[in-house]
T-cell receptor, first 118, second 113 residues
Framework: GAVVSQHPSRVICKSGTSVKIECRSLDFQATTMFWYRQFPKKSLMLMAT?????????EQGVEKDKFLINHASLTLSTLTVTSAHPEDSSFYIC??????????????FGPGTRLLVL | AQSVAQPEDQVNVAEGNPLTVKCTYS??????LFWYVQYPNRGLQFLLK??????LVKGSYGFEAEFNKSQTSFHLKKPSALVSDSALYFCAVRKNAGNMLTFGGGTRLMVKP
């Protein structure tokens, strides 16, 4: 089946540093990738939609200068949390949607990245 | 605007009994409907989807869901629950044109031995 990976799975950083999270589609080409944030015992909040080769579209209330998204290829999107603060601590999940067939219909999700900012 | 409601925060069921996790949706046009499951500290795993065709959709791990257009519902069901089914379940909807998913608030399923 379709596989989406994320790296790292868990990261602890100091306040003020930047953290990069990678999202890769392993067995299909992803024209569109999505970045979500999930708070404990809550549903997913869409942060942004990234399309390969173009600028990401951010949801209302999400700071584009703080959450930098790059979708450089059809299999890789990155989310960089810049100047992280403790309130940025969360579970970040990416998903990808493909270019053909079933991969066009279904978003496949990565395993998530747990970020803890001290 | 599209929306999804999962009216139950938690569903408790005994192992071996049937389970139902409820979902209702609102969307203009024909909906694409999805169920995902999330285990602790993990991403979402795709269970099943309804795009078109038969209203009863069968998915992974013995789960199925029934699309009911008149009731705008897409309830998730399984004839015989397993303890390992205990997890967080999300219903989601998208328009047939467009990629954006809208999620319900999630329902925690607890299956007790």
């Amino acid at each position: 089946g379709a596989v989406v990976s994320q790296h790292p799975s868990r990261v602890i950083c100091k306040s003020g540093t930047s953290v990069k999270i990678e999202c890769r589609s392993l067995d299909f080409q992803a024209t569109t990738m999505f970045w979500y944030r999930q708070f404990p015992k809550k549903s997913l909040m869409l942060m942004a939609t990234s399309n390969e080769g173009s600028k990401a579209t951010y949801e209302q209330g999400v700071e584009k200068d703080k959450f930098l998204i790059n979708h450089a290829s059809l299999t890789l999107s990155t989310l960089t949390v810049t100047s992280a603060h403790p309130e940025d601590s969360s579970f970040y999940i990416c998903s990808a949607i493909g270019t053909s067939g079933a991969y066009q219909e279904t978003q496949y999700f990565g395993p998530g990245t747990r970020l803890l900012v001290l | 605007a599209q929306s999804v409601a999962q009216p139950e925060d938690q569903v408790n069921v005994a192992e071996g009994n049937p389970l139902t996790v409820k979902c209702t949706y609102s969307v203009s046009g024909n909906p694409y409907l999805f169920w995902y499951v999330q285990y602790p500290n993990r991403g979402l795993q795709f269970l099943l989807k309804y795009i078109t065709g038969d209203n009863l959709v069968k998915g992974s791990y013995g789960f199925e869901a029934e699309f009911n257009k008149s009731q705008t519902s897409f309830h998730l069901k399984k004839p015989s629950a397993l303890v390992s089914d205990s997890a967080l379940y999300f219903c989601a909807v998208r328009k047939n044109a467009g990629n954006m998913l809208t999620f319900g608030g999630g329902t925690r399923l607890m299956v007790k031995p």
